[in-house]
């Protein structure tokens, strides 16, 4: 993916987080992730990858894709995600929709926290992931951005 795309798609996802990300249980987060493909998959589709997320949030991922549609030249897919998260092991739970354009790689996923461990049982918030996928490897990587929300009212439980 060109790096001014990926800037643009950055952007916009910023400025499209929920108002919420202001309040003292949310906390932005950003920065580059890789992921390959793992050693078993579990997807009706066989599509899975382990990744790895640095910058605002250090954590691993794993995704599983549950359903894909092809409508050439791109192909939509939903899956669900766990993000465990280095610091204490918290983990969040995803539910994902991605498009990827099967001619160039280039790919947009946007994962919907609906809960977690923790002080993410309850937990909430959006992150997209902007990046290229290489059709020879199945290896990715790219940039996120995003929100990530707990409920409480301790802040000390936010993102570390």
């Not at 899975?48 to 791109?74: E, I, K, N, S």
Request: net charge negative; proline share 4%.
């Amino acid at each position: 993916m060109r790096p001014r795309t990926m800037m643009t798609a950055a952007l916009i996802a910023m400025l499209a987080a929920p108002v919420a990300a202001r309040a003292k249980d949310c906390k932005r987060v950003s920065g580059p992730f890789s992921a390959v493909p793992p050693a078993s998959c579990a997807s009706p589709v066989g599509i899975c990858t382990h990744g790895r997320l640095t910058g605002g949030l250090d954590a691993t991922y794993d995704f599983v894709a549950d359903t894909q549609t092809v409508v050439f030249p791109t192909a939509e897919l939903t899956g669900h995600s766990t993000i465990t998260i280095d610091k204490g092991g918290a983990v969040l739970l995803g539910e994902d929709t991605s498009s990827l354009s099967l001619l160039t790689g280039d790919f947009t996923t946007t994962v919907h926290i609906v809960g977690g461990t923790h002080q993410y049982k309850r937990g909430s918030g959006t992150i997209v992931a902007v990046g290229v996928f290489d059709f020879a490897t199945g290896a990715t990587s790219g940039i996120y951005t995003g929100t990530i929300c707990k409920k409480g009212d301790d802040e000390a439980d936010a993102v570390d």
